[in-house]
């Protein structure tokens, strides 16, 4: 046993403090005569009481501020204390002196008697049991018993070695304790509350603690890695049963670790323990995440650890980025899953479209009317019902407003794009919705008119083109745009009004303007574009590039729509990682963790190349529309090379939209 009031010196020969030698002398006698005392026990307490060092540390054990009627008193009501409650050995700790009181609660303690309450006062106590206090209570009684006064130096040397043996005797309470971990984590919480000064007592708890625990916390660890393997061999069908599994061991692992936790956590820091194991589980949502697709049983688990693991400083962020990504990556699997008959429905649609192209230019996308453009339009009417104000609502639209996009983009139909869309107007669409589809359909009438421009120009109908020039100028969406368009308004006027040069002249100025044969293709963009504003100037798409030479001073078509590609696939790049240090977006937090140092040095070397081959360059003014329009056209292509880029490195980076 670790600490026993019943075997200090005083008590054994039934002796106090106070008492001199002459009385300790008889008392050894009497208690030789009688036969209560060996010949070899008598000489031990003799020497050890009447030696003013040696007699120290049963002074500091013993209760040294009670008289000696009230020590015998609280020795026979209180040394043998297991018919009394906790009430009543707790109230007694309340009515002796500090040092009693710590004495009392070590003894209850290593009786193993003591609630975490008693356990909470013994350590409280030592928060007030200063040197000075405990020299001058001891050299009081020493006066009495006319013995020399001790020192301070020697005073706490003792008091190390009571810490000792009442940390002993903490241990062997919370060892008795059915739930050891929960019990130590509510004492340190209520010690970090009040926490003023260092409190000896308590860090050696702790760390006598952390010893006793070490072994049990290795062989939840060794059964949560052997978990980890069966997680990755298991059947889809057993993976749930064997993350429940992780999870249980985990909050078992956490029971005795969190008091070690908590206290780093007082100090701003991680417990490298419980660090170093979130690590590893950590990756096996991901896991879970990016190999099986499994998003909700990883949210799952990763709620968990956030459950389990709050006192990690370093941690917590990221577990909260954890669950915002993996919750944005359920609800999209949960659309995707409920969105899928629509989506088959309307890539059978698309798959007709030239029917569908006819069918809407008869103006048969509305109420009450048949062809395929009718019936498309009574499925979409159902449709917009079962969602209208449900959480995929505006998911549905976007969907629809697709349609008219895939109609304008891929095959120029911006007739049909602009009836389609006014179909859907039809629907009542949310107001955000309203004002998208709007957008889309001002981008539409201006295809329109950017088809009859090229048409009339082809025709060498100067008035024509000079009228719809002018609703182009009044309808363009910036100041660029504008300013282009007045100037052709401005060139066509003039050539009406004269009609100077003749055709000859006008066909020079189309070819200028690059209408001619050219005019009436639109930009191809991709599908899931949401504008594709009508330019004045159109060219036939083309991606020959040619890689200009590290120096170059001008560069040729071909060289500068390779630099406008590169250009395209590093500002996606750099995208995807942190702008700075105070950068919260999630993905680009993601991807920081996940990217290597190889792989910054990698892409700086690619970023390097492309500035020694593309800054500081000229090119000939009238390549670079003709190098916008190609870019904007394959932009979706760039970005996956881009995408394919980083996956190349590592699999496991994510991608901002």
Known sequence: MSFDLRKNSFFVLGMSPRDNGEVLADRIETLLSDERLSEGAASKLQSELSGSKSRLLSEVSWLMEASPSHAAQLSKQYFEPRDLSSEQLQGVLEEVGRLSSANLAAHFCALKVAT?????ALISSWRDLTVDYV???INENRLVASYPEVSEGLVKEALESLKQLHAEAALDCLKSY????????????????????????FESVVEKYELFIIPKLKVYEEE?????????????????????????????????????QLVHQSKGLDEPRA?????????????????????????????????IFPELPSSIDRLKTDIETLTSLVEDAKA????????????????????????????EFSANRGGVAGTFFKSVQVIISQFRGKAHEEQVWDLLRKIALFLNNKHDWSKSALLFSKGLMDLSPPDAVAAQIADDMRTFERNILGQKFAAAAKARRIGKARDIAKQLLDSAPDDEERKEWKDIHATLAERRQSQVGGWIGWGVFICFLGLIGSCSENKKGSPSSTQQPYQANNFQLSTDTSKPAVGKKVLSLLELRWCTFEGVRIDFIQDQLPKDEHDQDPIRR??????????IDQLDSRIQDYNSRCTNVQYYERDMPRVKFDAQAVHEALVKDAKQALQSMNRKFKFRE
């Open 116 to 120: 975490p309450d008693i356990l909470q």
């Open 135 to 137: 020299s001058k209570s």
């Open 178 to 201: 059915e739930h050891t971990g929960s019990s130590l984590s509510r004492i340190v919480e209520k010690h970090l509350e009040g926490q003023r000064h260092s409190n000896p007592l």
């Open 224 to 260: 949560i890695s052997a978990s980890f393997a069966d997680i990755k061999t298991a059947e889809p069908t057993k993976l749930k049963e064997f993350v429940d599994k992780v999870v249980e061991l985990l909050k078992q692992w956490d029971e005795y670790s969190q008091p070690l």
């Open 275 to 307: 660090k170093r194991l979130l690590q590893e589980v950590r990756d096996i949502s991901i896991w879970l995440a990016n190999e099986k697709s499994e998003y909700d049983l990883s949210l799952t688990f990763t709620k968990a650890l956030a459950v």
């Open 336 to 363: 995707h899953e409920e969105l899928s008959p629509i989506t088959k429905m309307l890539e059978e649609i698309i798959a007709d479209a030239k029917r569908l192209n006819k069918s809407i230019l008869k103006g």
């Open 590 to 599: 993601f991807n920081l963790e996940v990217i290597t140092p190889k792989m």
